[in-house]
């Protein structure tokens, strides 16, 4: 990528779980590749390795968490605790870099993690701009100013944006009103007022995925917004893995037909009881597709990894089935004898598979990961929805009308549409490429 001739320093500020610290160091490779320095400011918790990224400066600050507010998952309440205890130590650690950098690179600009909106509050008393980091899909950033008091009437209108109304976004509010508490309510209306008070908007999507909701989007947040995603093909080399990668998976998937494999991975946070990962294994087993199946260590509630498989299953499988803790997930998607993508829907693994033309079988667990169903299944059409609970049947009923049944042809067809669509995009003169250039620039305009 070409260099800018007017470059600065730059700020990222992490959100400390996996589906958005590899996001974050993504697009700080970007733009470091655009000529900013960069400094990682990141929470305590699961912190990134500096080995891995010796071209940024680190900063650890202290987040105070306990260990059941990791680990209840009440993301709300940890979203809430990491702001309160992040603030002050973040503003300290802002003094520092300021003063350090007076006499080098200018600051340019703190780039936050949306789920960090304390950072915006130190941005605006250091006068400095904020940037909001939206690591999800633009549609996201709706669900609060559409609907503010969750039991409100929404602002969509039945007769316009059909592309919004096969999104759901009343079903989504149907979800979050399963369980209201006080922490989401402030959460939500904490992370809009941030992204509503910041010098600019970055969100990891491809604009022609996501027209409708980023029009809509446009009239509720003032600042110009940059949809320069996937970010993983503008920075395909970073390593940022909190567990370690299987790749010997690669060499079983070397092995396999053409697109004959089904890769089955549940992101870094959902888990399942014990009969379902049986349900899983038997569904698996009995699609005759070879399969690849992450298993992260804490998947199986109750369990170290897969010991409550029946004893011998593996084995009855010989080489058909290969299941890993983690996988080189990027590298799986673009192999060519992956054929379809069994996921939790988290929009990183989402947006991995679109560029990949890999279809989807749709098993979303929570929050985010319904609306995304809903893009693949309804608006995006490249992919289908694991209806009703784990039980093999329905599970090898889904896997062969996705990867072999003529039901599912026009789904593979329409996967490697869009891949083509996003190649696109990338390239010279394509959305992504152009709103880079455009991002580069406004953050080297800020007057600071
Ligand atoms: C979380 C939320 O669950 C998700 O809904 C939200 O959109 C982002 O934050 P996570 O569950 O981890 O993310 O899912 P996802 O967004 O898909 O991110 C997982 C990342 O881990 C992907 O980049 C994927 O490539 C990587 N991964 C996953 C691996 O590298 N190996 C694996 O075995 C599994």
Known sequence: MEKQLKSGHLVFVLYPFQGHITPMLQLATILHSKGFSA?????????????NHPEFSFISIPDKLTESEVSDGDI??????????????????????????CSHDHTAGILYDTLMYCAQTVADDLKLPGISVRTSAAATLLLYPVFPHLDGKDSISENEMPEL????????????????????????????????????IIVNTIHFLEQAALSKVK???????????????????????????????????NKQAPKSVIYVSFGSLASID???????????????????CVIRPGFVRGSEWIESLPNGFQESLGERGCIVKWAPQ???????????FWSHCGWNSTIESICEGVPMLCKPFFGDQVLNSNYICHVWRVGLELQNKLERGNIER??????????????????????????????????????????TKQISSFDY
């Not at 605790?81 to 650690?93: G, I, T, V």
């Not at 079903?171 to 402030?186: C, G, K, S, V």
């Not at 329409?414 to 010279?428: I, S």
Request: glycine share 4%; with cysteine; hydrophobic share 40%.
């Open 39 to 51: 400094t990682i400011v990141h929470p305590e918790l699961n912190s990134p390795d500096p080995s």
């Open 76 to 101: 709300a309440s940890l979203v809430l605790s990491l702001n309160k205890n992040c603030a002050a130590p973040f503003q300290q650690c802002m003094k520092k870099i300021l003063h350090q950098k």
């Open 165 to 200: 109304r096969s999104l759901q976004l009343q079903h989504m509010r149907a979800l979050l009103l399963q369980n209201p508490t006080d922490a989401m309510t402030e959460v939500r209306a904490a992370m809009t007022n941030g992204t509503k008070s910041s010098s600019a």
């Open 219 to 253: 009239e509720y947040f003032p600042a110009p917004i940059f949809t320069i995603g996937p970010f993983h093909k503008l920075a395909p080399t970073i390593c940022s893995s909190i567990l370690m990668e299987d790749a010997n998976c690669i060499s079983w998937l």
């Open 274 to 292: 014990e009969q379902e990962l049986i349900e899983m294994a038997w569904g698996l087993a009995n699609s005759k597709q070879p399969f690849l």
């Open 330 to 340: 990027k590298e799986v998607l673009a192999h060519c004898a992956v054929g379809g």
């Open 398 to 439: 889904a896997i062969k009308k996705l990867m072999v049944d003529m039901e599912g042809e026009q789904i593979r067809k329409k996967a490697m549409y869009l891949k083509e669509k996003a190649d696109l995009c990338l390239r010279e003169g394509g959305s992504s490429c152009c709103s880079l250039n455009e991002l």
